[in-house]
């Protein structure tokens, strides 16, 4: 790690704090993503998975892997820095996202999940916090704590329901399902489309049960018809809802045109097998009727926090981690 110097922290993945820091050898700015991983024991499975992704997929709407390093008993990513999150874009209230911007940034979160699933690898965490914003306002998919293979060959292969953040999750996670396909990855993209439009989280429940009882009240009473094979997913008999009829999408997101509409509608159903794929959803006419993308330069930019005077050893690094760990458990035991 003597090549890089330590700046700051920048955020949080799944697996892992993330900082900002400076290559010595060029000066330039990265991210520095540290996984404590314990000495004794074979690098953790998730931990390789994202390596491998980020190796894999090289793309111009996925976050690059410059480097895999240590520190201590850590292992460390060093990834391009990207200031911002397509979180922070919407946390601004000052900032006005019109439709020829969302769509922008829809076509490269798409391109995005397209590349990914052409590799036959779910992201399984996509949410606005994990969609990363450039200076010149490219955005691209980050933290693949959560990533795995797919099998395209076996259809029966099990993974774990237990992933994605719960207002991104889709139905057959919330009712355990562990032979999913990509098409989880499309759930969290239809939910991060209508964020983009509402300003606001479209499913925000704060438990498990909530989140279904909100996309149950929302899609309406889920049934064979709309939905084959429900009975046999692990969880369908674990809980009642009452019946209820679905709402208007015109209701829902009140503030999306009848084509925007027309393309959340075609993503967030019951039935995975039917959800438009990426590669279908990049040609939907959302993209091809008026108004259009617009160019970079019309993206939002936001104001980047500066960078403090001070910076941080690496021994300061594992100090400082130790700190953030003993108050993150003291919130828990307060809880």
Same mark, same amino acid.
């Given at each position: 790690?003597?090549?890089?110097?330590?700046?700051?922290?920048?955020?949080?993945?799944?697996?892992?704090?993330?900082?900002?820091?400076?290559?010595?050898?060029?000066?330039?700015?990265?991210?520095?993503?540290?996984?404590?991983?314990?000495?004794?024991?074979?690098?953790?499975?998730?931990?390789?998975?994202?390596? &491998?992704?980020?190796?894999?997929?090289?793309?111009?709407?996925?976050?690059?892997?410059? %480097?895999?390093?240590?520190?201590?008993?850590?292992?460390?990513?060093?990834?391009?820095?990207?200031?911002?999150?397509?979180?922070?874009? &919407?946390?601004?209230?000052?900032?006005?996202?019109?439709?020829?911007?969302?769509?922008?940034?829809?076509?490269?979160?798409?391109?995005?999940?397209?590349?990914?699933? /052409?590799?036959?690898?779910?992201?399984?965490?996509?949410?606005?916090?994990?969609?990363?914003?450039?200076?010149?306002?490219?955005?691209?998919?980050?933290?693949?704590?959560?990533?795995?293979?797919?099998?395209?060959?076996?259809?029966?292969?099990?993974?774990?329901? /237990?992933?994605?953040?719960?207002?991104?999750?889709?139905?057959?996670?919330?009712?355990?399902?562990?032979?999913?396909?990509?098409?989880?990855?499309?759930?969290?993209?239809?939910?991060?489309?209508?964020?983009?439009?509402?300003?606001?989280?479209?499913?925000?429940?704060?438990?498990?049960?909530?989140?279904?009882?909100?996309? &149950?009240?929302?899609?309406?009473?889920?049934?064979? %018809?709309?939905?084959?094979?429900?009975?046999?997913?692990?969880?369908?008999?674990?809980?009642?809802?009452?019946?209820?009829?679905?709402?208007?999408?015109?209701?829902?997101?009140?503030?999306?045109?009848?084509?925007?509409?027309?393309?959340?509608?075609?993503?967030?159903?019951?039935?995975?097998?039917?959800?438009?794929?990426?590669?279908?959803?990049? /040609?939907?006419?959302?993209?091809?009727?008026?108004?259009?993308?617009?160019?970079?330069?019309?993206?939002?930019?936001?104001?980047?926090?500066?960078?403090?005077?001070?910076?941080?050893?690496?021994?300061?690094?594992?100090?400082?981690?130790?700190?953030?760990?003993?108050?993150?458990?003291?919130?828990?035991?307060?809880?």
């Amino acid at each position: 790690m003597k090549n890089y110097k330590l700046l700051g922290r920048a955020g949080e993945g799944a697996h892992g704090f993330v900082f900002k820091g400076m290559d010595l050898r060029d000066r330039t700015v990265v991210a520095l993503k540290k996984i404590a991983v314990n000495p004794n024991a074979p690098i953790p499975k998730n931990v390789m998975r994202e390596i &491998l992704a980020l190796r894999v997929l090289q793309f111009k709407n996925i976050v690059k892997l410059l %480097e895999v390093t240590c520190v201590g008993s850590s292992v460390v990513l060093v990834m391009e820095y990207l200031p911002w999150s397509l979180m922070d874009v &919407l946390k601004k209230s000052e900032i006005s996202l019109h439709l020829p911007q969302i769509k922008t940034y829809t076509k490269m979160i798409l391109n995005g999940v397209h590349y990914i699933h /052409q590799n036959n690898i779910m992201h399984r965490d996509l949410k606005p916090a994990n969609l990363l914003i450039s200076k010149k306002g490219v955005l691209k998919i980050a933290d693949f704590g959560l990533a795995r293979i797919y099998d395209v060959e076996n259809k029966q292969r099990l993974y774990s329901h /237990q992933v994605a953040t719960r207002w991104y999750r889709s139905p057959e996670l919330l009712y355990g399902s562990k032979t999913y396909t990509p098409s989880v990855d499309l759930w969290s993209v239809g939910c991060i489309v209508a964020e983009m439009i509402e300003r606001h989280p479209l499913f925000p429940g704060e438990t498990d049960i909530e989140q279904l009882a909100i996309v &149950l009240g929302t899609l309406g009473t889920a049934n064979e %018809e709309n939905w084959p094979g429900l009975k046999d997913l692990p969880d369908y008999n674990k809980i009642a809802f009452s019946e209820s009829e679905p709402k208007s999408w015109r209701i829902v997101i009140p503030n999306a045109d009848e084509v925007t509409l027309d393309l959340i509608s075609k993503i967030l159903i019951y039935d995975g097998s039917k959800r438009l794929t990426a590669k279908q959803a990049l /040609q939907h006419r959302f993209f091809q009727e008026k108004p259009l993308m617009c160019k970079l330069s019309e993206m939002p930019k936001l104001e980047e926090e500066k960078t403090p005077d001070c910076v941080w050893n690496f021994s300061e690094f594992d100090e400082f981690i130790g700190e953030m760990n003993d108050e993150i458990l003291c919130e828990k035991e307060g809880q």
